[in-house]
């Protein structure tokens, strides 16, 4: 999807197997840059290179153009693809160096977060070339300037990344969906991000890994309200269940959900992880 002269928008559909006989279809997007030469923000899902390499060449690109790849943060399905386009190109990629050990270690990643099929959607580590932290800036070309944003919560070093010139707002992961997976290292920084978000005015166009562009204020203000609503009924629903210690066990985990009206599959480590971060916040 073509949003202004340089920069598109391409969706990259996936699944995430959870068993036999349960199977969850997903998308998420990313970001193409194509400039002078060609940046990507994110990379998909192991195997997206194809699909990535055909839209450059729908629009009269070539592979061999990717120069730099911008990894928003460390989650399978937006690293997915990187040591492959690397491989391939030589490209430089950058991240945030909180998200450092789970981009260069998947096998940590795996253990330390162990999303069903997890190596289904990334299979190689890559090394990171650059590191860029919040409030830095990198020029692409002349009138195409990226400021990059630090907004931990969903990661440790999750970025969000304000297009300056073109008034473009990426935030990635940043917004937690209404009634979608509870997936996120800390509550309370989510809350602080969601909060920046919010009080944001240097954007005319809202774009996330999950959602179309959003251009309308309505639309935007939406999105984030009731991110911030979902978050506080959590929160609400997590410090009712989790009153006794189940270490050993999900118990406390499918409490919750059952209370929050989400699929049962949904009661696993990750989402244990993201509601235990609402007890014991990590500074």
């Given amino acids: 999807m073509k949003l202004t002269d340089k920069i598109h928008l391409l969706q990259i559909d996936f699944k995430v197997t959870l068993g036999p006989d ?15 030469k060609v940046t990507l923000i994110d990379t998909g899902v192991k195997g997206s290179e194809d699909l990535i390499f055909e839209y450059l060449k729908e629009q009269g ?3 061999s153009e990717i120069e730099t790849v911008i990894l928003s943060h460390a989650h399978p399905d937006h690293i997915g693809s990187a040591a492959a386009i690397k491989e391939l190109t030589n490209c430089r990629i950058i991240a945030h160096r909180r998200e450092q050990e789970w981009i260069e270690n998947i096998g940590v990643q795996a253990k330390e977060r162990p999303v069903p099929g997890f190596f289904n959607l990334v299979d190689k580590p890559v090394k990171i070339d650059e590191f860029i ?5 990198i020029r692409i070309e002349d009138g195409l300037t990226l ?13 969000n990344i304000h297009f300056i010139e073109d008034n473009i707002l990426f935030t990635a992961d940043s917004i937690p969906l209404k009634n979608d997976i509870p997936n996120y290292d800390n509550f309370i920084e989510l809350m602080l991000s969601l909060k920046e978000i919010k009080n944001n ?14 251009r ?3 639309e935007i203000r939406t999105i984030i309200e009731e991110g911030e609503t979902y978050m506080k009924k959590i929160d609400l629903v997590v410090k009712d269940c989790y009153r006794l210690d189940d270490s050993n066990s999900l118990e406390n985990c499918k409490l919750a959900v059952a209370k929050l009206n989400l699929p049962p599959f949904l009661v696993n480590p990750i989402v244990d992880k993201a509601f235990k971060s609402h007890l014991n916040p990590k500074k």
Avoid: A, C, Q
């Fill in 216 to 218: 309308s204020k309505d």
């Fill in 201 to 214: 005015n240097d954007y005319n166009l809202l774009l996330t890994s999950w959602t179309p562009p959003l």
């Fill in 133 to 137: 932290e919040g409030n830095n800036n």
């Fill in 61 to 63: 690109r070539d592979y």
């Fill in 147 to 159: 400021k990059f944003i630090k907004s931990s919560g969903h990661s440790k070093g999750s970025l």
């Fill in 22 to 36: 349960k199977i969850i279809p997903r998308f998420v997007n990313i970001i193409m840059i194509l400039g002078d």
